[in-house]
Nanobody, 123 residues
Framework: QVQLVESGGGLVQAGGSQRLACAAS????????MGWFRQAPGKEREFVAS????????YYSDSVKGRFTISRDNVRSTAYLQMNNLKPEDTAVYLC????????????????WGQGTQVTVSS
């Protein structure tokens, strides 16, 4: 069983930056692709970004491309989401997920999910 714990959420002003972290209990962590999703109240879960097991491939949704960067540290078993130029519409619960080995944007490609961390962007 893989456990994922997100951290780094909070309140930030529009135009600001925030970095989320996802600590994994997976051994070995490098076996899994990692993804970030978000879910706003009353909306469906939305794909944000994905990174392959070796970190060589990344994939972003159009809504965050150029503003967000996904990365991973396989020594620390942690994935990150650096978010820059945040907008009010980025407000959501952000969840990390692990599964497969290649980048993927569909939730069912992932086997394990964290509980999420709230990100609120004020205008």
């Amino acid at each position: 069983q893989v456990q994922l714990v997100e951290s780094g959420g909070g309140l930030v002003q529009a135009g600001g930056s925030q970095r989320l972290a996802c600590a994994a209990s997976a051994r070995p962590f490098r076996s899994y692709a990692m993804g970030w999703f978000r879910q706003a109240p009353g909306k469906e879960r939305e794909f944000v970004a994905s990174i392959s097991w070796h970190g060589g491939s990344t994939y972003y949704s159009d809504s965050v491309k150029g503003r967000f960067t996904i990365s991973r540290d396989n020594v620390r078993s942690t994935a990150y989401l650096q978010m820059n130029n945040l907008k009010p519409e980025d407000t959501a619960v952000y969840l990390c997920a692990a599964g497969g080995r290649l980048v993927a944007k569909k939730p069912d490609a992932y086997d394990y999910w964290g509980q999420g961390t709230q990100v609120t962007v004020s205008s």
